[in-house]
Nanobody
Framework: QVQLVESGGGLVQAGGSLRLSCTAS????????MGWFRQAPGKEREFVAV????????YDADSVKGRFTISRDNAKNTVYLQMNSLKPEDTAVYYC?????????????????WGKGTLVTVSS
């Protein structure tokens, strides 16, 4: 079992930045590729970014490319999502995910463990 706990969500104005964190406990964090997904009200959960177990490769969804950066610190069992130039359409609950898949796109059914999510609200 892997337990994932997200933090760092909140309310921010358009153009602003937030950094989300996801701390893992349980089975060895460094064995997993880690990802971020998001789900906006009334929409399906969508892939945002993934980083391989050794942080060697990252993939981002086209909608966030150039604005969001995923990173990880295996010594701290933590994965991050730095979000810059935020837009109102980025408003969603953001979920941390542990997966055996390296990308470039992770589908929801390919996730082994989910966090409970953290809400990001971007005002216009």
């Amino acid at each position: 079992q892997v337990q994932l706990v997200e933090s760092g969500g909140g309310l921010v104005q358009a153009g602003g930045s937030l950094r989300l964190s996801c701390t893992a406990s349980g089975r060895t964090f460094s064995y997993y590729n880690m990802g971020w997904f998001r789900q906006a009200p009334g929409k399906e959960r969508e892939f945002v970014a993934v980083i391989t177990w050794n942080a060697g490769i990252t993939y981002d969804a086209d909608s966030v490319k150039g604005r969001f950066t995923i990173s990880r610190d295996n010594a701290k069992n933590t994965v991050y999502l730095q979000m810059n130039s935020l837009k109102p359409e980025d408003t969603a609950v953001y979920y941390c995910a542990a997966t055996g898949r390296p990308g470039p796109v992770i589908r929801s059914h390919e996730v082994d463990y989910w966090g409970k999510g953290t809400l990001v609200t971007v005002s216009s």
